[in-house]
């Protein structure tokens, strides 16, 4: 049973955000206020919302209040055009933790393994090239409706694949690396891109390793599985990728199915009981 937090414990989440991330807030009676220009009134109830079930005064928690309150603030920093040229795909795994959730999804790609959604490029300050997910209930909080821009930043995408599949032909033992403002696991939701990936092969099915958002690897028998698996397990939450590889094809990506431990018998150095070094005897020819 999910436990509904207590005003006191938000307070102190929302307080500890404001030491951690150097964000301005003043308290208000049912909530808190993000000083700036607008001022941002958030509620209680939205930072109930923000937290997703986990507890307020967590490491996991803290996070996730921290990434909505910042959001929020970026958004009312911008006017409603600037956030139409910024809008971008972006794709999430089904399995990642951050998911911004199902009503987010604006189009899910078969397989069961990708979503993709709606994000904003620049607009963190210290990171001004990365793209942001933005879960849409806090784009109804802001008041941005964002169902026009979603045509143009489908072309946008599919643009960026034929892109990606033309450089992947011209080097095609290279990783897979971004392309524009959509990073692989974006681009996997092209499907001019599958299409390029699957190009040529006998059953139309490829396997990808994607453990990072920003790399992936086509040609597995040059990648020890290990590595992909302790990639994932080692890159922040918001960088990952899948912790599988990834079955590929023209209209679906699906994980691998689960079974085994590709990464303890690559770590373990087993030696043998008995060391059978046999006399050789060589001949000059």
Do not use: N
Not at 156 to 161: F, I, V
Not at 217 to 226: F, H, I
Not at 239 to 268: C, H, K, N, W, Y
């Amino acid at each position: 049973m999910v436990r509904t937090p207590e005003p006191p414990e938000l307070r102190r989440c929302a307080l500890a955000v404001a030491v951690l991330h150097d964000l301005d807030i003043v308290p208000a009676i049912d909530g808190i206020v993000l000083a700036g220009v607008p001022a941002v009134e958030v509620t209680w109830a939205e930072c109930r919302r923000a937290l997703g079930g986990e507890e307020p005064e967590t490491d996991d928690g803290r996070h996730r209040l921290a990434r909505w309150l910042l959001l929020r603030r970026w958004l009312a920093d911008r006017p409603l055009e600037d956030l139409r040229e910024r809008a971008r795909p972006y794709g999430s795994c089904i399995e990642s933790p951050l998911h911004p959730g199902l009503d987010w999804v604006r189009r899910r790609v078969l397989g069961d393994a990708v979503d993709l959604g709606l994000g904003f490029v620049g607009l963190d300050p210290r990171d001004p090239d990365k793209v942001l997910p933005v879960p849409e209930r806090l784009l109804t909080e802001t008041g941005v409706a964002a169902d026009d821009w979603w045509p143009t930043v489908v072309v946008y995408l599919e643009r960026m694949g034929r892109m990606a599949a033309e450089r992947m032909q011209r080097t095609p033992d290279a990783p897979l690396r971004p392309m524009g403002d959509c990073d692989v696991v974006t681009l996997l939701a092209s499907m001019t891109f599958r299409a390029a990936i699957v190009d040529g092969i006998a059953d139309g099915m490829r396997t990808v390793a994607v453990p990072m958002r920003t790399r992936g690897w086509l040609d597995l028998s040059r990648v020890d599985p290990a590595f992909s698996a302790a990639a994932a397990r080692l890159t922040a939450p918001e960088d990952r990728g899948f912790s599988r590889p990834l079955l590929v094809t023209r209209e679906e990506v699906a994980l691998a199915p689960e079974g085994g431990d590709v990464v303890r018998p690559a770590i373990e150095d087993r030696i043998a009981p008995v060391i059978d070094i046999r006399d050789v005897l060589y001949h000059r020819m």
